[in-house]
């Protein structure tokens, strides 16, 4: 089994930032990606940021320029870093890991992490 523990969310205002981070726990071997989603109420989730185990980073659009995705190999860590939000940046974040245990791999999630932008 593979555990994800999120932190970091909160309520800030707009223009503001926050840094969210996830720990990976358990039988891991290895970690391929490691990433990071969203869904705002009424809306599916979407990616939001992603990064390799080779430090390659994949952002959508809407976060371009405002979020960087980071993360610690050593701790089984991923942060995200996000400046200069918006009130549509509200959302449920939920982080992602695909990696490779004993004899499988695996494709976990983590509880989610709220995140209200609002004055």
């Known amino acids: 089994q593979v555990q994800l523990v999120e932190s970091g969310g909160g309520l800030v205002q707009p223009g503001g930032s926050l840094r969210l981070s996830c720990v990976a726990s358990g039988s891991i071997l290895s970690i391929y990606v490691m990433g990071w989603y969203r869904q705002a109420p009424g809306k599916q989730r979407e990616l939001v940021a992603t990064i390799t185990s080779g430090g390659s980073t994949n952002y959508a659009d809407f976060v371009k320029g405002r979020f960087t995705i980071s993360r610690d190999n050593a701790k089984n860590t991923v942060y995200l870093q996000m400046n200069s939000l918006k009130s549509e940046d509200t959302a449920v974040y939920y982080c992602?890991?695909?990696?490779?245990?004993?004899?499988?791999?695996?494709?976990?999630w983590g509880q989610g992490t709220q995140v209200t932008v609002s004055s």
């Open positions: 992602n890991v695909k990696g490779r245990m004993r004899s499988r791999d695996f494709d976990s």
